[in-house]
């Protein structure tokens, strides 16, 4: 896995590239995403795929997903977080127990995302059922 980081301006604007995709960062949200909101997405997206594909491998459908993700962090140096929630409201024909256990395997085994941030905070997961 290669990422570039390229300087697009005289303050904190910034341009990544991960393979043919760029993604802008700023430190002021005014130029792009900051890079802790980064490791926010990332942790909404990793267990997103995760989510879809333990679920369509069990041959079950996903109608709807969505996922909000509300992080605090430490006031002191450095500002890492001291607590996430995950937040995912899904309509899916897969029973609660089918569903408990795909959130349980994005935890602990799947997600690297949610690995890597568990090991610095409390990551909770908060699951809404559509009807």
């Known amino acids: 896995m290669k ?3 390229e300087r697009t301006d005289n303050n904190f604007g910034m341009k990544a590239k991960a393979g043919n995709h760029e993604i802008l960062l ?9 890079p802790m909101q980064l490791m926010l997405i990332s942790l ?4 997103t795929i995760d989510l879809i594909h333990i679920l369509r491998k069990g041959r ?3 109608t709807s997903y969505a996922s909000e993700v509300i992080a605090t962090r430490r006031e002191e140096m450095p500002r890492i977080f001291n607590a996430i929630t995950l937040l995912i409201t899904l309509e899916t024909d897969a029973p609660d127990e089918v569903l408990n256990r795909a959130i349980a395997l994005t935890k602990t085994k799947y997600c690297s995302a949610f690995a890597v941030l568990e090991a610095s905070c409390l990551v909770e997961v908060s699951v809404n059922r559509k009807t």
């Open 60 to 62: 079950y459908e996903i």
């Open 26 to 34: 700023d430190s002021q949200e005014e130029g792009g995403a900051s």
């Open 3 to 5: 990422i570039s980081l």
């Open 44 to 47: 909404a997206g990793c267990s």
